[in-house]
């Protein structure tokens, strides 16, 4: 049996067609699985984000002064800015942070630092931290006239 040119053309018109159907099948299941990943991602970073916790200014009293006390059930990743600005000759402060981990009643401190007189860089950033259950952050200013200290944190969930 010989086929001629017009069946041929069918034929390969009839193959064109069902490639093309697989093609546009394939294409919108990967269409669907690309939206699906895009809005899990945006859902994930949605719940990354840091947001605003508190802000506001401390003024020191020459005790241990709580900038920030702060608790959850769910791990959490905390960061913030404290301003050294007001600082001058004279002046001495002390910044503690401490952290509560899950089986922990009381915080401990994780990290403490002097500061004396005026400050060149004086903007000082709590590094963001994954925490457990708990963070307390405080100044004592231990020398010089007593200053106010502009601060924020910032709160969001663990990755």
Do not use: A, C, W
């Given at each position: 049996m010989?086929?001629?040119?017009?069946?041929?053309?069918?034929?390969?018109?009839?193959?064109?067609?069902?490639?093309?159907a697989y093609m546009m099948s394939w294409l919108q299941k990967t269409l669907t699985t690309i939206q699906t990943q895009q809005s899990e991602i945006k859902e994930l970073q949605e719940d990354l984000k840091l947001k605003?916790?508190?802000s506001g200014v401390l003024t020191a009293?020459?005790?241990e002064d709580v900038v920030l006390e702060y608790t959850?059930?769910?791990p959490f990743k905390i960061q913030g800015w404290i301003n050294l600005k007001n600082m001058a000759a004279g002046d001495v402060v002390v910044i503690t942070q401490r952290f509560t981990l899950q089986n922990d009643?009381?915080?401990?401190?994780f990290a403490q630092r002097t500061y004396k007189d005026a400050q060149s860089q004086?903007?000082?950033h709590i590094t963001p931290?994954?925490?457990?259950?708990?963070?307390?952050?405080?100044?004592?200013q231990t020398s010089g006239t007593f200053k106010s200290?502009?601060?924020?944190?910032y709160v969001g969930k663990a990755s």
């Open positions: 010989e086929i001629g040119g017009h069946e041929v053309d069918i034929m390969l018109t009839s193959m064109n067609l069902i490639i093309l605003p916790l508190k009293t020459g005790g959850d059930s769910e009643t009381e915080p401990s401190i004086p903007l000082i931290r994954e925490i457990l259950k708990g963070v307390k952050v405080t100044i004592q200290f502009p601060y924020e944190f």
